[in-house]
């Protein structure tokens, strides 16, 4: 009972930072990089690129780490082969499973975004 019960109370922890965790991404054409905010409460841990090219999807490994309100910027280069527009869809997949797509421009501040 005592494992079950430490059990539950570790997945119910994962369960609520996993709803806590927020990425906002954006495709910047200009310097071919990747800009990653971290707009939710806790660390983030980018551990995979999901690159969609039509009905094919890839998984390319990284270890990409953002702070709670912080951004970084990654050159897309580094992690994409092929071009950023060559691709579908490009997601971010993280260590709590969420995936978070990179949107191919940044937002414009009227909309609320970045």
Known sequence: QVNYNAEAAQKAEFLAQRTQENL???YNGTSNEIVIANTGSVVSTVVDFVLVKGAQMQLVPVDIVVQPTSSIQIPASSYLPGSFASYTKVGLLTSYGNVF?????PFLPSSGGF
């Open 101 to 105: 797509w990179v949107a191919p421009g």
């Open 24 to 26: 906002y991404a954006f």
